[in-house]
């Protein structure tokens, strides 16, 4: 097979650590820019909220300085008239960015979510001053109720299961897949050795911690249809009706692929966990979800076997700002799991959560995540830092309030436009699909291969090429960084292209690099024959 030894190693890397090495292969090149589609770091910022968070920051700081206080000090704000306090702020400052979004969320908040309006000022600015540890360490009061709505909205298509989910602030969706997955194990939820599905493509952090000595899991694999629009098909859903396969991960809207699961298919899910797997786990991603009209999470649809991580760092470019929620139905299956464990289990349980709350066997799930996420003896120093969780709940006010979804035409409106400039430069018609999230596109080279030229140039190019090794001629000889499909579990010599990060018009240098990359194999081929 042609390529590299050094190729050969770098294929046993995930696709994040090899485009590291990408970047350095195109920096050898000063004379060419490059253009590196790799990660999905946004390159927009969502400007309201951010400008409401910096004027309650100075309408904080005023508040902590209305009392006498040394120099350079200011105390703790008054809770006591602070909304009135608030609103003759924002009437001196109408005329600055961000009061007017300010003014609104503030009636939004007592109109609709019925909050006591001191009640919300202070939470909002005695968190933005971060001057108390979390309370409650789960997620701050006000915040919850706000983030929950935004969940309602966002993630249930305006149409909500009965109850309400409990949620967990994290440090961003990373922070809660790891806490997530080490809790289901302590809590006895999964065990080493389990038999787990992915619905693959997949992130590849959700392929590789299986695989972790910590964890050990079988997995299986359920796999999207690329010929049916990367949906998941009738028979890989049946998978599931196997009683070994504890828990299901997935990412909707899928990465690297950013497609959304069907509604069939979300019936048919909800229906297999109401009849034949009552106790099926369910651990779905939806970060992508808000780039999808409608979108339903499969949290709507099992709403009591499911997990829901959400994050806000795509959507309003804050990937900085560390920002997820994990959330769980009041009324779920994994608590009554977990009260069902042999009696060895819950002892072992009941010791472990015993310095934290005086009954640990009432205590739900998502609070042990709390205590888990700061190993128990810490539980007291957990959760979010609280100026974190007031942009989150500024974040989803913005869009709570945003009744036409204007913020979601514009979002969603750049990706779209470089999805369709890309496929216009690569030379072939752009994927048609309503539950496309645009944000990243899969381009199947071998397949392109075989459209362009044809089945036996296509057999060619996966016989006697390394899987990595068009990513890798494209970062050495065009400057492009794009993933590598294959470490997703899509197919072998894919590449994940994000759509976000780059202005539009790396989009045509982009397809033009992939066309121009791909007719150089095929005239190696050609010479190679005659």
Known sequence: MKGSEEERRYEALSPFELKNKLITM?????????????????????????????????????????????????????KKGIAGRFEKFAGKHSGAPGVGFLREAFVYVHDELKIDPDEFIRE??????????????????????????????????????PGKFDLFATEGGTAAMDYIFTSLMENKLLHKGDKIALGTPIFTP???????????????????????????????IE????????????????????????ESTLEKIGELVRTKRKDLIIVTDDVYGTFVNDFRSLAAVAPLNTILVYSYSKYFGATGWRLGVIGIHEDNVLDKMITALPEKDRKALYDRYST??????????????????????????????????????????YCLIDKKGEYKQEAQSIVTHRFKALYAALGTPHPENQ???????????????????????????????????FVWRLADE????????????????SVRVSLANLPD?????????????LADYYDSWKSSKS
């Open 26 to 78: 195109t920096e050898t090149h000063h004379e060419r820019v490059m253009l590196n589609a790799g990660r999905g770091n946004p390159n927009w910022i969502t400007m309201t909220p951010r400008q409401g968070f910096f004027q309650l920051g100075l309408f904080a700081v005023e508040e902590s300085q209305r009392k006498p206080h040394p120099p350079r000090l200011g105390g703790t704000p008054e």
């Open 124 to 161: 909002m600015v005695d968190g933005i001053l971060g001057d108390h540890y979390p309370v409650p360490d789960r997620m701050l009061m006000c915040s919850e109720k706000i983030v929950h709505k935004y969940l309602e909205q966002e993630m249930c298509g305006g149409h909500p299961p």
């Open 206 to 236: 959700y392929l590789e911690i299986p695989r972790l000595n910590d964890y050990e899991f079988v997995e299986l694999e359920i796999n999207q249809n690329e010929n049916s629009d990367w949906q998941y098909p009738d028979l890989e």
């Open 239 to 262: 998978k599931l009706t196997d009683p070994e396969v504890k828990a299901f991960f997935l990412v909707n809207p899928s990465n690297p692929t950013s497609v959304s699961i069907q």
């Open 356 to 397: 934290v709350v005086l009954d640990p066997d009432k205590m739900k799930l998502i609070d042990r995540m709390v205590a888990d996420s700061r190993s128990v003896a810490l539980h007291h120093t957990a959760g979010l830092s609280t100026p974190q969780q007031v942009l989150m709940a500024l974040f989803s006010l």
């Open 435 to 469: 539950y496309d999230a645009h944000y990243y596109t899969t381009i199947d080279i071998p397949a392109l291969a075989r459209t362009r030229y044809g089945e036996e140039f296509a057999a060619h190019l996966v016989k006697n090429y390394e899987p990595i090794d």
């Open 478 to 493: 065009k400057s492009i960084v794009l993933m590598d499909g294959g470490g997703f579990d899509a197919p072998n010599m």
């Open 505 to 517: 018009s790396a989009y045509k240098a982009i397809g033009k690099g992939i066309s121009d990359l």
